[in-house]
């Protein structure tokens, strides 16, 4: 069952972008999502909050200085470069406040998994993404109402109230959950990432069947945006942590957590109060941030390998030259 489990976690974007071609396909198998997106986040949230435990937050205490610094990256570039893009590419008042909606939602827990491939600091990801997660309820709609209020009417305290319902009250029980019963929660640990793939597909799946006509109209359009938030999130996030000189798995978790969002966040409270259509951008991030990641993940590694190999070339030419057998 764990191998099943592997397999279909590490699959995730094919499996997302197949739901999505079904959801074009056969809208009507998948219109029953929209009404439960609420619900299916908060069980994604409950089971991050079940991975945490309480000596998590002690990283806080720390670390405070590089926990900030990360915190700030995520809620400033972000939110700043899905404004420009909106701008720059004049996009409609659905799909505009679905870009500024990704922009302005914290890290998504993928990005630990990534941060882990990468050989970035874990530690960092996993606080920065805890941090992120309990301000979004302030930082959120706050941003939101500020970057797209011009485009559309925003209840920032009611997106407040729903953000916490969804996200920060699942986290805080998961929490708990690990606490009190953590003999429980050790035995259905390695499930929930499958949980939370499955739930995060069919949240997908349901978004594209209830627009799958304005996908189909300007779906190339917001791939493009959306690849462009991203690369520019990984690589000023990566620009801001070596600009205050953090060694270099530390930049490469603030890199990985500013560029991979809670894109399901996103999609749901534009379900929830604006139109389908305006959860278009965060369903496609969800693909592609989970490709791009492994991308990064994988030109860090590659990066090491080279770096490794080159400063053993030295000492290799060196024993060459005395007559030895280089190895």
């Not at 630990?112 to 930082?139: E, F, Q, R």
Request: hydrophobic fraction near 55%; charge should be positive; proline fraction near 5%.
């Amino acid at each position: 069952m764990k191998k099943v489990c592997g397999i279909l976690v590490n699959n995730m974007a094919l499996l997302v972008v197949l739901i999505g071609i079904a959801g074009v396909l056969w809208p009507s198998v998948l219109t029953w999502v929209g009404p439960r997106v609420a619900w299916m986040l908060g069980l994604v949230m409950f089971g991050m909050g079940m991975t945490l435990r309480v000596e998590d937050f002690r990283l806080l205490a720390r670390r405070p200085w590089e926990v900030c610094l990360g915190a700030a990256a995520q809620f400033t570039i972000m939110p700043g470069v899905a404004w420009a893009l909106v701008k720059l590419f004049d996009l409609p008042p659905e799909l505009a406040i679905g870009v500024i909606l990704v922009g302005t939602c914290p890290g998504g827990t993928a990005s630990n998994v990534i941060t882990y491939l990468a050989k970035g600091d874990v530690a960092l990801s996993v606080a920065m993404t805890m941090t992120t997660t309990l301000l979004a309820p302030v930082m959120t709609p706050c941003l939101t109402w500020l970057l797209a209020g011009a485009w559309i009417d925003i209840s920032w305290a009611s997106m407040m109230q729903s953000i916490a319902q969804m996200v920060l009250l699942p986290v805080l029980l998961g929490l708990l959950a690990r606490h009190f019963c953590s003999g429980l929660v050790q035995r259905w640990l390695a499930y929930l990432p499958l949980v939370s793939v499955v739930t995060i597909v069919l949240i997908v799946g349901g978004v594209v069947a209830m627009s799958a006509d304005k996908l189909l109209e300007k779906g190339a359009l917001i791939a493009l945006v959306v690849i462009c938030h991203n690369v520019f999130g990984l690589g000023l996030g990566y620009g801001v942590a070596k600009l205050f000189r953090l060694s270099p798995p530390k930049a490469r978790a603030v890199s990985i957590e500013v560029g991979m969002q809670n894109s399901g966040l996103a999609a749901s409270l534009a379900i929830l109060y604006f139109n389908p259509a305006a959860a278009i951008p965060g369903a496609i991030f969800s693909v592609w941030h989970n490709i791009s990641g492994s991308l990064a993940a994988n030109y860090f590694v590659r990066r090491d390998e080279k770096r490794a190999a080159a400063s053993q070339l030295p000492a290799e030419e060196n024993n060459t030259v005395k007559g030895e057998p280089s190895i």
